[in-house]
């Protein structure tokens, strides 16, 4: 499965593709929910590693607009804000589909839930 | 178990990413398989933010071009194949340990005598500034001896 926390670490790597490289649009995507266990402490440690823009869009894309534009302060993180959190990056799961690179055009394909981030030897 | 880490697990082998999905489930660890090269896709994002790597390399000292073949078209050689001192692929993720582990980050790494680790130790400390140390080492079958090394930042 791609979840949305795996996809906020993958940037186009095709050789010269270093601006606009990020994030990968989703496409044609197959979805499934799967619950996963609430851990705050996780939640609060992950968050500085995330690129915040780029997790709300990309939720949005996945008609997910549980998040807000800006993350809240550390101490202004509430349970509903956290839930949310929660839901999007965690349970939200891509099993097919395909990951688009917006400046190259490069395309990552999602099979059985796992992204495909090979590529051809001209590529590299 | 609880979700406190996000495994990003890579191999080049679309059978071995499937394996390792299918491993995660039956022990209900939730791992996140990416069909790729060593860190290619999460070099960027990754910068600096892997608090640990670990790496089970190809390291069974073969023909170059043995690497080369079993890298172009992911089958069980590219699992083991590594070239001269068997060092090839092991080598390409060295050079980029110091851009991938976090300020405290470490690598864990399979050798084998072959691969000469305390050579693969001094090279470490001086061209990338990172200092390990042998922490297991053991016979496994009749032929090999398996010492991981673990390089870690210099404090």
């Known amino acids: 499965m791609v979840r949305l926390i795996t996809h906020n670490l993958l940037a186009c790597h095709v050789r010269g593709c270093t601006t606009n490289n990020f994030p990968l649009a989703f496409k044609d995507v197959e979805i499934q929910l799967r619950e996963a266990e609430f851990n705050q402490d996780f939640l609060r440690g992950f968050l500085p590693k995330l690129e915040w823009r780029a997790l709300v869009d990309t939720a949005k894309s996945l008609n997910d607009q549980s998040l807000p534009d800006t993350p809240p302060a550390p101490e202004q993180m509430d349970t509903e804000f956290l839930k949310a959190l929660h839901h999007v990056l965690l349970e939200i799961h891509v099993e097919e589909g395909a990951m688009v690179c917006a400046n190259c055009g490069h395309v990552y394909p999602i099979s059985n839930g796992i992204p495909n981030m090979l590529l051809q030897e001209h590529e590299l | ?155």
Not at chain 2, 40 to 55: E, M, T
Not at chain 2, 104 to 130: D, F, S
């Open chain 2, 1 to 155: 178990m609880r979700p406190r880490t996000v495994y990003c697990c890579t191999d080049i082998n679309q059978l071995a990413t499937s394996t390792t999905k299918k491993t995660g489930n039956q022990n209900k660890v939730l791992l996140d398989p990416i069909q790729t090269s060593l860190a290619s896709g999460l070099n960027q994002r990754c910068y600096r933010a892997i608090d640990v790597l670990l790496f089970n390399p190809p390291y069974v000292p073969t023909e170059e071009e043995e690497v080369e073949h079993g890298q172009d078209t992911p089958n069980i050689q590219s699992s083991w194949a590594g070239g001269s001192m068997g060092m090839h692929i092991t080598d390409i993720l060295l050079d980029q340990l110091d851009s991938l582990l976090s300020p405290k980050g470490c690598c864990y790494l399979v050798t084998v005598a072959q691969n000469r680790p305390k050579e693969i130790m001094e090279r470490v400390r001086a061209k990338h500034g990172l200092e390990s140390s042998v922490i297991l080492s053991r016979r496994a079958g009749r032929a090999f001896a398996h010492p991981p090394l673990q390089p870690s930042r210099i404090e």
